[in-house]
């Protein structure tokens, strides 16, 4: 009786779980709520192994490539260089829910400092500006501009969450500033929503049809459930609606609208722009910055109309209005307009009927052999057949956007000719 007496009742042991947990150190709780035994698998020896993602991953990127490739094949696809694009952050007191691991203020800050970088790097002669929403009302914390880094530190300096969303006047923000944008520009507006709600001081639906008359194509990433006024936003607008489902889903879901999107073809209008390619001044001069309006030495560019100084390109000169720019930026713009063809799967069993297949990668050279001296997954450029591992695959279309088997076979034979 007495130890019955003394044990605790099942609401005790609960208890004492909890404070358990709450005592525990933050890098422990990281651990703790991994769930890291569910990357575990069992092979066939019946050891536990941790699961290899790499196939999974290449499996994923390949069904979006072979997406991209029927799209292209089904219809004229014509494509912005120069984009405008708002990124519409919600930061009401839904995006301090913690259903995304540590809260979804903290997902949306980390996964859009990796898309900015990475939108530059594919864009680099668009523009990025940064809005946010909270206590009902919509907030312009960076104007159009080509500075990575300005609008990244300017989000970290404003993630705080509060009152409710408004998605008319996010839209009212967004279609003033894009409404001064020239007609060769795209204009879009990503919009990363965590409410469920949306708190309007007017017709939202008015708004929209406002934003389809503009020619504003409006995405939005859902971080709870789906919505129809997001739903019908898209598809008014052109742009693409989904909801993430975990943090990896959610970066994948944003790392998509960094290439440009296809261009309607009634929007789609060709023009000649001005464009100057400044020269980067002496290390020794000083000068006004217009940049910052302030007096620097050393570094920066200067304008070839103008004479005034600047930090950075691409960006808009503020006395004359030429967009100042530098050759590269304009050659990894092409890179869109003629994408690489999508490489042949190998099986494994290709690779032991075959022998004419190498056992290492053209790219990086490394061996295509898997344990035990087996062919693993590859694939083939359909051009030049040179074979190519996984990872070489993913970079080659990704970041490269050029077959290094096609360049160097095009390379030898100029110096044969030669």
């Known amino acids: 009786m ?67 490739a029927a799209t292209a094949a ?9 984009r405008y694009l708002y990124i519409v952050v919600d930061l009401s007191k839904a995006a301090s829910e913690r259903d995304f691991r540590p809260s979804r203020m903290a997902v949306i800050g980390k996964q859009v400092e990796v898309f900015i970088r990475e939108f530059f790097d594919q864009n680099p002669l668009s523009h990025v500006g940064l809005v946010t929403i909270k206590d009902g009302i919509a907030n312009c914390i960076t104007e159009l501009g080509g500075s990575p880094e300005s609008h990244i530190n300017a989000l970290m300096g404003k993630l705080e969450c509060s009152g409710d969303a408004s998605l008319q006047n996010a839209l009212d923000l967004v279609l003033g500033c894009l409404n001064q944008i020239p007609s060769y520009g795209h204009r879009e507006a990503l919009i990363l929503y ?38 019908h936003l898209c598809q008014e607008t052109g742009g693409t609606y989904s909801v993430a489902l975990d943090e990896s889903h959610f970066k994948e879901l944003i790392l998509e609208h960094a290439p440009p999107p296809p261009a309607i073809a009634e929007y789609a209008t060709a023009n ?12 020794g001069s000083v000068a006004i910055c217009t940049c910052h ?17 600047v930090c950075e390109l691409p960006t808009e000169c503020r006395i004359c209005g030429l967009t100042l720019i530098s050759s590269p ?22 690779n032991d009927s075959s022998r004419s297949f190498p056992n290492t990668c053209f790219g990086c050279q490394e061996s ?18 040179q074979q190519f591992c996984l990872d070489c695959d993913i970079y080659i279309h990704e970041s490269l956007h050029n077959c290094p088997g096609c360049e160097s076979s095009r390379h030898s034979k100029s110096v044969t000719a030669s």
């Open 194 to 231: 965590s409410a469920l709600s949306t708190c309007d001081p007017g017709d939202l639906m008015e708004t929209i049809q406002k934003c389809k008359k503009s020619k504003i194509r409006c995405s939005v990433i859902g971080l709870a459930a789906e919505m129809f006024v997001c739903k």
């Open 272 to 283: 000649l722009i001005k464009m100057g390619f400044p020269q980067r001044s002496a290390e």
């Open 2 to 68: 007495n130890n019955a007496a003394e044990r605790p009742l099942n609401g005790d042991v609960e208890e004492e779980d909890d404070d358990d947990d709450a005592d525990l150190e933050a890098w422990e709780r990281t651990y703790a709520e991994d769930r890291s035994w569910e990357a575990l698998q069992e092979d066939e020896s019946g050891l536990l192994r941790p699961i290899d993602t790499t196939a999974i991953y290449h499996a994923q990127y390949r069904r979006r490539l072979r997406n991209l």
């Open 74 to 82: 089904t219809a004229r696809i014509q494509k912005g260089l120069i």
């Open 368 to 385: 295509l052999l898997s344990q035990g001296n087996k062919p693993g997954l590859s694939v083939v450029c359909p051009k030049c057949k």
């Open 329 to 350: 930026h304009l050659a990894r713009s092409y890179h869109h307009l003629f994408p690489i063809v999508m490489f042949d799967e190998v099986s494994p069993s290709q």
């Open 293 to 309: 309006e302030e007096a620097k030495a050393g570094g920066g560019y200067t304008c070839p109309r103008c004479k005034v100084r």
